[in-house]
């Protein structure tokens, strides 16, 4: 992707993944026909971030710029599982997991500091989107990001988008366009807008190159096409997927490290395999891409899927692994949706008030992890937040 000149020293000699596809303007958004998934899909598939029906949509400020309504949201393929059965491909949730006690996270409020004029601007993270413009929109918009129009005004200031843009909301296309615009234009502004690889960049990429295609998956066959439906895969946005996307996606690196902070996807010690430093995940990530081998994407994919590797016994070592191998003071991952964490999941009915409540990120394991999913698909809050954290 752009960036602002002069905004980061030159570390390593530049290979593929540094040559970023042009940013494009954001595209129409057609209506988002929202049609029943393939037959093909297992019976017993089941979608881990339902929306708890009849729970408040998050209300897009107004100072969103108009596009085309989102429709109503309804429930995604599958909604049960049988027995103790979990399908092949599936994401584990807190139906599979032991929640964390509230007393071993700590939720913090962020608190805004003046920009600076010179040198280096602010640093904001952005948790888990999922296809969720209207919500993208306003958090951006409150932490003065972007303008009434959705064009990016917040000078030198830096943004890192955490990964996944898509499925299980309406708009995961509209959401990746968005990011590709606001980084040609605060690249233009002396800042930057950038973003990282996500499992469901992965799975997006696998369903649109492989299909069908059998991958060994360990036990047994899988496809891709069958997880990213498995995960919340919509229809409206393989349907306007272009190379451009897919490029774009495909060279997104995999760890950065900025003021200290370890930025990663998913809360796991899986970026390991890949590399002694970040130069080397980042390249091994996107060589393995490159080759386009369907098995080998595959358990990329598995891999970086994993999750809650930081929050139990031993999950404070596992962040000092990380930090000792990549760097940095904390690490900060989106991924494993806060109200999981917690375990505030809510009701079904999502309006008596004991739905999930998520006012920021999350800071456990010993202070050294901070998690940003705020779980916007189960009616939580997409966060967009500046560091460092005050708490």
């Given at each position: 992707?752009?960036?602002?000149?002069?905004?980061?020293?030159?570390?390593?000699?530049?290979?593929?993944?540094?040559?970023r596809?042009?940013?494009?303007?954001?595209?129409?958004?057609?209506?988002?026909?929202?049609?029943?998934?393939?037959?093909s899909?297992?019976?017993?598939?089941?979608?881990?971030?339902?929306?708890?029906?009849?729970?408040?949509?998050?209300?897009?400020?107004?100072?969103?710029?108009?596009?085309?309504?989102?429709?109503?949201?309804?429930?995604?393929?599958g909604?049960?599982?049988?027995?103790d059965e979990?399908?092949?491909?599936?994401?584990?949730?807190?139906?599979?997991?032991?929640?964390?006690?509230?007393?071993?996270?700590v939720?913090?409020?962020?608190?805004?500091?003046?920009?600076?004029?010179?040198?280096?601007?602010?640093?904001?993270?952005?948790?888990?989107?999922h296809?969720?413009?209207?919500?993208?929109?306003a958090a951006?918009?409150?932490?003065?990001?972007?303008?009434?129009?959705?064009?990016?005004?917040?000078?030198?200031?830096?943004?890192?988008?955490?990964?996944?843009?898509?499925?299980?909301?309406?708009?995961g296309?509209g959401v990746?366009?968005?990011?590709?615009?606001?980084?040609?234009?605060?690249?233009?502004?002396?800042?930057?807008?950038?973003?990282?690889?996500?499992?469901?960049?992965l799975?997006?990429?696998?369903?649109k190159?492989?299909?069908?295609?059998?991958?060994?998956?360990?036990?047994?066959?899988?496809?891709?096409?069958?997880?990213?439906?498995?995960?919340?895969?919509?229809?409206?946005?393989?349907?306007?997927?272009q190379?451009?996307?897919?490029?774009?996606?495909?060279?997104?690196?995999?760890?950065?490290?900025?003021?200290?902070?370890?930025?990663?996807?998913?809360?796991?010690t899986?970026?390991?395999?890949y590399?002694?430093?970040?130069?080397?995940?980042?390249?091994?990530?996107?060589?393995?891409?490159?080759?386009?081998?369907?098995?080998?994407?595959?358990?990329?994919?598995?891999?970086l899927?994993?999750?809650?590797?930081f929050?139990?016994?031993?999950?404070?070592?596992?962040?000092?692994?990380?930090?000792?191998?990549?760097?940095?003071?904390?690490?900060?991952?989106?991924?494993?949706?806060?109200?999981?964490?917690?375990?505030?999941?809510?009701?079904?009915?999502?309006?008596?008030?004991?739905g999930?409540?998520?006012?920021?990120?999350?800071?456990y394991a010993?202070?050294?992890?901070?998690?940003?999913?705020?779980?916007?698909?189960?009616?939580?809050?997409?966060l967009?937040?500046?560091?460092?954290?005050?708490?």
């Amino acid at each position: 992707m752009t960036q602002g000149a002069g905004q980061e020293p030159v570390v390593r000699t530049a290979t593929l993944r540094d040559f970023r596809v042009p940013p494009y303007a954001q595209t129409p958004v057609p209506p988002q026909a929202q049609g029943a998934p393939p037959s093909s899909v297992p019976p017993h598939t089941t979608d881990p971030h339902p929306p708890a029906p009849g729970a408040p949509v998050p209300p897009t400020a107004a100072s969103a710029p108009p596009h085309t309504a989102a429709p109503p949201r309804a429930p995604h393929p599958g909604n049960a599982v049988v027995g103790d059965e979990q399908p092949e491909g599936y994401t584990p949730t807190e139906r599979d997991l032991p929640v964390i006690r509230r007393g071993d996270t700590v939720q913090v409020q962020t608190v805004t500091e003046p920009r600076s004029d010179e040198g280096r601007g602010p640093l904001f993270v952005v948790g888990d989107v999922h296809g969720y413009l209207d919500e993208l929109l306003a958090a951006l918009g409150e932490q003065g990001l972007i303008d009434a129009e959705g064009n990016w005004a917040a000078g030198n200031a830096r943004l890192w988008f955490l990964g996944d843009f898509t499925d299980r909301g309406p708009d995961g296309i509209g959401v990746i366009d968005l990011v590709m615009r606001l980084s040609a234009e605060a690249a233009a502004a002396g800042g930057y807008c950038k973003a990282l690889m996500g499992n469901h960049e992965l799975l997006l990429i696998g369903a649109k190159r492989f299909a069908d295609t059998p991958v060994n998956s360990g036990a047994g066959t899988a496809t891709f096409q069958a997880a990213w439906l498995l995960n919340g895969g919509q229809k409206a946005d393989m349907d306007r997927l272009q190379d451009v996307h897919l490029q774009w996606m495909s060279r997104l690196d995999a760890v950065v490290e900025e003021d200290g902070h370890l930025l990663m996807h998913s809360d796991t010690t899986a970026y390991l395999d890949y590399g002694s430093s970040i130069e080397d995940v980042n390249d091994t990530i996107t060589a393995i891409l490159t080759r386009n081998d369907a098995d080998e994407c595959w358990d990329l994919f598995r891999k970086l899927t994993k999750r809650f590797a930081f929050r139990d016994e031993g999950g404070s070592q596992a962040v000092r692994e990380l930090l000792a191998t990549y760097g940095g003071q904390r690490v900060v991952h989106g991924h494993s949706p806060i109200p999981y964490l917690l375990g505030e999941v809510g009701t079904e009915e999502g309006d008596d008030g004991s739905g999930p409540v998520v006012n920021g990120p999350h800071v456990y394991a010993d202070g050294l992890a901070i998690a940003m999913d705020g779980g916007v698909t189960m009616a939580g809050k997409l966060l967009v937040v500046q560091l460092p954290l005050h708490d």
